[in-house]
């Protein structure tokens, strides 16, 4: 699991993540909104355009399940592990993830926002939006995941790590970080400066933000 340098004064993520064992594997599950499954093993399944909110999954295993334009609103999900998950449009707005993995995830937009994130790690995905905003996140590693954009406006971040990640747009307007490390990940463009207090950031990272910083008090450089 990659993590930041443990010589930095930047808290990582406390992350004692295991995946969940000896599930019972259920080939036609019959979900429905409000549902507490739990130690249950989904794979290669389309649960696509399902109403689900409010559902709870506890030591769930899901791999290779398709989501597309699935209803989890308000879904919990505790101690579970995601692999392959699929979804050109991911609904899972004030919803709660814990002590859970997501790995190889292939979202279009994902709508997160007011979402509770503790001890997450998402590892290795393509996601193209991905809205977390005014979510609370706490002890969360994203790593090795391309993102086209990241919407963390108003977001309250402890121990936030993003790892060997490239992101297109970073917008941070309102956000509240503390212990976020941003270093060894690559941003295209930057909105929000004043969100990025308490965020920790390399010496290559820094020169790039240098025209975003100037821009935003009002410098003019010239030779």
Not at 22 to 40: A, S, Y
Not at 89 to 110: C, M, N, Q
Request: hydrophobic share 35%; proline share 4%.
């Amino acid at each position: 699991m990659p993590r930041p340098s443990t010589r930095s004064a930047t808290q990582a993520p406390r992350l004692s993540l295991r995946p969940p064992q000896g599930g019972t594997r259920v080939d036609e599950p019959h979900l429905l909104d409000g549902d507490h499954r739990e130690g249950e093993h989904y794979e290669r399944l389309a649960l696509d355009g399902e109403e689900l909110a409010g559902i709870t999954l506890q030591e769930c295993v899901l791999e290779g399940v398709s989501l597309n334009d699935t209803e989890l609103r308000g879904a919990r999900i505790i101690e579970c592990a995601f692999e392959d998950l699929f979804a050109p449009v991911f609904r899972a707005p004030r919803s709660s993830w814990r002590e859970t993995s997501l790995r190889s995830t292939r979202w279009g937009s994902a709508e997160l926002y007011d979402s509770r994130l503790d001890a997450v790690h998402l590892d290795g995905g393509k996601l193209d939006y991905v809205n977390l905003r005014s979510a609370r996140l706490t002890d969360v590693l994203v790593s090795g995941c391309i993102i086209g954009e990241l919407d963390l406006t108003g977001v309250k971040a402890t121990r936030l790590a993003l790892v060997d990640c490239t992101i297109g747009t970073l917008t941070l307007d309102g956000a509240q970080l503390r212990d976020t490390d941003l270093r060894t990940s690559s941003f295209r463009s930057l909105q929000g400066l004043d969100g990025l207090r308490g965020a920790t950031v390399d010496e290559y990272q820094l020169q790039l933000l240098a025209p975003f910083l100037a821009e935003s008090m009002g410098l003019r450089v010239e030779d």
